[in-house]
T-cell receptor, first 113, second 117 residues
Framework: KAGVTQTPRYLIKTRGQQVTLSCSPI?????VSWYQQTPGQGLQFLFE???????NKGNFPGRFSGRQFSNSRSEMNVSTLELGDSALYLC????????????FGQGTRLTVV | AQTVTQSQPEMSVQEAETVTLSCTYD???????LFWYKQPPSRQMILVIR????KQQNATENRFSVNFQKAAKSFSLKISDSQLGDAAMYFC?????WGQGAQKLVFGQGTRLTINP
């Protein structure tokens, strides 16, 4: 069974641009969560999607958004990139909402210059 | 809001010896889950062990075991017979059992574990 797949693995963007990151969950998993990991702030919850609906959102500005498709694949978008958005973005999938077993992908390393 | 604190930014241990990583958390909830995740250089977070708060018995997974002290809000990880492959960042995490908090993990700042051959 394939694990959680995140693409791309690495990304370099310029301040002011926007970026879209993709996450394909484990087959059969319907819940996808996103986390931002930085040296200063650690791991912080961005949002969770289940059945194409955002169920919970962390304390991030509106520049951070996401969506989930009918096949459970999820994308997150960051608009008007700032230097502080440089981070490792991790996606986790679970069988169902509030399921305690979360499986993580290898992340997308975003660098904003 | 729940918080998780790992007071040891770095730890090191000799191969084959035992090491304990500390974690404390703050919550007013009575029902929740606690986890230890490992993040090797590949960056993928791997679940090491999980503990349900309603269970008094400490969880064990092969060489990994926890000491869960609910009243003290303490959740330490013991790694026995340390192996070179155990070298990684270790994160303690909390998840509520109910409500919107159940939809997210709250992580500690991590402990970098080095294994000396």
């Amino acid at each position: 069974k394939a694990g959680v797949t995140q693409t791309p693995r690495y990304l370099i963007k310029t301040r002011g641009q926007q970026v879209t990151l993709s996450c394909s969950p484990i087959s059969g998993h319907r819940s996808v969560s996103w986390y931002q990991q930085t040296p200063g702030q650690g791991l912080q919850f961005l949002f969770e999607y289940f059945s194409e609906t955002q169920r919970n959102k962390g304390n991030f500005p509106g520049r951070f958004s996401g969506r989930q498709f009918s096949n459970s694949r999820s994308e997150m978008n960051v608009s008007t990139l700032e230097l502080g958005d440089s981070a490792l973005y991790l996606c986790a999938s679970s069988l169902a909402l509030m399921n305690t077993e979360a499986f993580f992908g290898q992340g997308t390393r975003l660098t904003v210059v | 809001a729940q918080t998780v604190t790992q007071s040891q930014p770095e730890m090191s241990v000799q191969e084959a010896e035992t090491v304990t990583l500390s974690c404390t958390y703050d919550t007013s909830e009575s029902d929740y889950y606690l986890f230890w995740y490992k993040q090797p250089p590949s960056r993928q977070m791997i679940l090491v062990i999980r503990q349900e708060a309603y269970k008094q018995q400490n969880a064990t997974e092969n060489r990994f075991s926890v000491n869960f002290q609910k009243a003290a809000k303490s959740f330490s990880l013991k790694i026995s017979d340390s192996q070179l492959g155990d070298a990684a960042m270790y994160f303690c995490a909390y998840r509520s059992a109910w409500g919107q908090g159940a939809q997210k993990l709250v992580f500690g700042q991590g402990t970098r574990l080095t294994i000396n051959p």
